[in-house]
Each structure stands twice: as C-alpha cells, then as structure tokens.
C-alpha cells in the first residue's frame, strides 16, 4: 500500500502548486493593472497637454480676431464685451480640461479596482486548490484504509 502514500502525496502537492500558481498569477494582475493605470493616467496627461496647447491657440485666434474687427467694448456695444467673451470662454475650456484629468483618473482607479478583484478571486482560488488537495489526499487514504 505505498502507492497509497504516494496518491496523497500528489493530491497535496498538487493542492500546494495550484495555491502558489494562483498567488503568483495574483500578483501578476495587481502588477498589471497599476501599469494599466499609469498608462491611462500617463494617456490622459497627454491628451489634456494636448488641449490646453489647442485651447490656448483658439483664444490666441479670438483676441486676433477681435482685435483686427476694431470692436471696442464701451457703450456702443449694447453691453457686449471682448474681455468677458474671452473669460468665459477660458472658463468652459478649463471645465473641458478638468473633465479630461478627472475621467483618467477614474479610468485609472477603475483598472486598480479591477485588478484587486482579479487578483482576490485568484487568491480565493488558490486557497480552494489548497484545501481540495488536502481534502483528497484524506480522502484517498480513508477509502483504501477501510
């Protein structure tokens, strides 16, 4: 009856390399997914250099513009003013900019998030694998020892 040793054996160390391959592969996922989330962070940094560089250059145009079409603001001008044209103008492109930080660090924090679920279910999993070995394992023995 060693072979019986042997069977239990195997069940344990196979209960004992699923718990370790699980905890390496979850490992593994919080790895790659705080590099998933700096990439977005790092892609949204971009894209928000990128507009603010546009929006600068399209009040650039609109103060050129103004200043070449000889509008003065003042009492002929029934109110309208260049200067407040141009602060709320600033002021939705602004609103526009921080939408784009905030979305990519949500995004970011989502990919986080996602990875720590991952990476607990693989846990879980391992653990399972663990016990299911151990539990075999004893089980084999009472079956043949009976």
């Not at 513009?65 to 602060?87: C, P, R």
């Not at 921080?98 to 990519?104: H, L, P, Q």
């Not at 996602?114 to 299911?132: C, D, E, I, K």
Request: no cysteine.
């Amino acid at each position: 009856m060693p072979w019986l040793a042997v069977a239990a054996g195997a069940q344990i160390l196979g209960g004992i390399f699923g718990a370790i391959s699980s905890r390496r592969a979850a490992k593994d996922t919080l790895a790659l997914a705080d590099a998933n989330a700096g990439y977005i962070k790092a892609e949204s940094a971009e894209e928000g250099r990128r507009l603010a560089y546009n929006q600068e250059r399209t009040r650039g145009t609109v103060r050129a513009t103004i200043a070449a079409s000889g509008f003065k603001s003042g009492k002929d001008t029934q109110g309208a003013s260049s200067k407040a044209y141009e602060s709320e103008l600033k002021d939705v492109q602004q609103r526009e900019l921080d939408w784009i930080y905030k979305s990519g660090k949500s995004r970011a924090d989502i990919a986080r998030r996602g990875g720590a679920s991952q990476a607990r279910v693989l846990r879980s999993q391992g653990t399972s694998a663990l016990f299911s070995g151990v539990a075999g394992a004893a089980s084999t023995m009472y079956k043949w020892n009976v």
